[in-house]
């Protein structure tokens, strides 16, 4: 079984920066992928970016590229999501999620999901 622990969610005024952690835990990650997502009210939750966990390999939509970053520490099994110059539109909930071997974009591809933290930018 995994098991996902995000945080470091908060307020953060537009044009601010946070980083978000994702804690793993009941595996070895070596053959998994990390995969963020948000989800705003009324919306579907939507992909922000993944990791590849054995080659570190990244991927990004087009809407956070060059904003967002996604790295990770093997020795702490911690994914994190570092996000700058983020604009009241970024205000969501995020989440962590875990499935074997590749990187997909679309939530339900992934098997383990975290918990979820708040993410509030403010004009």
């Known amino acids: 079984q995994v098991q996902l622990v995000e945080s470091g969610g908060g307020l953060v005024q537009a044009g601010g920066s946070l980083r978000l952690s994702c804690a793993a835990s009941g595996r070895t990650f070596s053959t998994y992928s990390v995969g963020w997502f948000r989800q705003a009210p009324g919306k579907e939750r939507e992909f922000v970016g993944g990791?590849?966990?054995?080659?570190?390999?990244?991927a990004y939509p087009d809407s956070v590229k060059g904003r967002f970053t996604i790295s990770r520490d093997n020795a702490k099994n911690t994914v994190y999501l570092q996000m700058n110059s983020l604009r009241p539109e970024d205000t969501a909930v995020y989440y962590c999620?875990?499935?074997?071997?590749?990187?997909?974009?679309?939530?339900?591809?992934?098997?383990?999901w975290g918990q979820g933290t708040q993410v509030t930018v403010s004009s």
């Open positions: 990791i590849s966990w054995s080659s570190g390999d990244t």
């Open positions: 999620a875990a499935r074997r071997l590749t990187i997909a974009t679309m939530w339900n591809e992934y098997n383990y």
